[in-house]
């Protein structure tokens, strides 16, 4: 419907009393305030809380104060404070309520279209954040800027690598020359002594020498003895002389220290040398990596960058549309929001002790009950047709009793 509708007092005042009698908003306010606060004999399920909402309509009682714009609000219920917390929860669901109802009814052209503009701009941000999460892509910017950093790096990392592997291979070859000329065992100990030979020949010449010297006490120099002995003597000394003084009986070799070293030094730089290989491995593997996830990128950034664009394009049309449809909606908004202002003119509040209408019901019930009661008795007795008087029988037969007959009474 186009055009706005004037509406006098008392159609506004029956709708706004239709608006506070809606079950919906029973419901709310039941959900709010909780079924076991407002009515703890009603169980707490989806039955509960329709009786509770029909409940809560009942004690409900919406008054319209004549010649005015004003409604009062009461609602019975056992707990005084119980009864003030749900009427704020009912004035409160009440205007949100009535906001929701109002907003809804100014729905329009310019805000259906501005909806499908905003739904469209969802589509494509949600095509544009699927393509991103699928390829792993945040920033495509700022992803090739890391990974050619990155590279760089590798590079750099690459070349080092290279130059320090050469210079330990240079140091390796080195100690490796050395190695081949130094001798890997050398003479640790060596112990010599007299040849058992001489050894020998010295003892059998100190026994000549004892018996020349004994034979001299007892013979002449000439004698054939003396001569033979000094013969011997002669002999061995020459033999003596002739034989190698010193003889070696104990030697030790070991492992040469400065061999052990150099070979120590070439155990460590090849160790070296097989780790910066196999940096250089990983590092080769990194690189070939950030390079095909760079390729990757480029591939894939003309349709990320059409998505962008998409995107892009559409939020400006959407801002443009919004502000478009907020500058001609704004009268109509401001007049319907003055139109259906609310406040609250006085805030819920109850006396100390609270009334009930319970004792003069009862009262007015038992009154009532024994008029009922005195007059079904009357109209049983007026109805009846057992003569207990004699008027009863002159009454009811229309005759004249003659005679009166007393109970008799056996004595047995």
């Known amino acids: 419907m186009g055009g706005d509708v004037a509406l006098d ?12 009698q809606s079950p919906a908003l029973a419901a709310q306010v039941v959900q709010d305030v909780g079924i076991r606060r407002l009515y703890p004999d009603l169980p707490a399920n989806q039955q509960g809380e329709q009786q509770a909402a029909t409940r809560l309509l009942r004690d409900l009682r919406v008054d319209a104060i004549p010649q005015s714009n004003i409604l009062e609000l009461s609602l019975r219920n056992r707990g005084r404070q ?34 499908q503009m905003a739904a469209r701009l969802n589509a494509a941000e949600d095509k544009l954040v699927a393509f991103s999460l699928a390829h792993k892509i945040s920033d495509l910017g700022q992803q090739t800027t890391i990974i050619l950093r990155r590279l760089g790096d590798l ?64 013979y002449k120099d000439t004698f054939p003895l003396v001569v033979d002995i000094e013969h011997q003597i002669s002999d061995i000394k020459q033999q003596i002389a002739q034989a190698t003084p010193r003889e070696t009986n104990v030697k030790r070799n070991g492992v040469n220290t400065v061999y052990d070293a ?32 760079l390729a990757e990128l480029t591939s894939l950034s003309g349709q990320y960058r059409d998505l962008q664009t998409a995107r892009d394009s559409l939020t400006e049309s959407y801002r443009t549309l919004e502000t478009n449809v907020g500058v001609s909606t704004m009268g ?14 006085h805030p819920p509040n109850a006396s100390m002790h609270g ?52 109970l008799y009474k056996s004595n047995e």
């Open 82 to 115: 119980t009864a003030l917390d749900t009427l704020d929860v009912i004035i409160h669901d009440y205007i949100v309520y009535h906001g929701e109802i109002f907003a809804a009814n100014r729905d329009s052209g310019p805000m259906r279209l501005l909806a």
């Open 9 to 20: 007092r008392n159609q506004i005042i029956q709708g706004e009393l239709e608006i506070l």
């Open 332 to 345: 109509s908004t401001l007049a319907q929001v003055a139109s259906t202002n609310i406040r609250v003119v």
């Open 262 to 293: 150099l070979n120590q030094q070439r155990i460590l730089l090849s160790s070296r040398a097989a780790g910066l290989r196999a940096k250089r491995v990983a590092i080769e593997a990194e690189k070939n990596a950030l390079q095909a996830r």
């Open 355 to 406: 009334t009930t209408l319970r004792l003069p019901i009862m009262a007015t019930g038992l009154m009532f009950g024994m008029i009922a009661a005195v007059g079904v008795l009357a109209f049983r007795v007026s109805t009846q047709k057992i003569f207990v008087t004699v008027r009863d029988v002159e009454l009811g037969l229309h005759l004249p009793v003659l005679l009166s007959i007393p």
């Open 155 to 218: 590079s750099d990392q690459l070349t080092t690598n290279a130059s320090e592997v050469d210079d330990f291979d240079g140091q390796i070859r080195t100690l490796n020359s050395a190695l081949r000329l130094t001798p890997s065992q050398v003479e640790l100990f060596s112990e010599t002594d007299i040849g058992q030979a001489r050894k020998t020949m010295q003892e059998r010449l100190a026994r000549l020498q004892i018996q020349l010297a004994d034979a001299r006490q007892r």
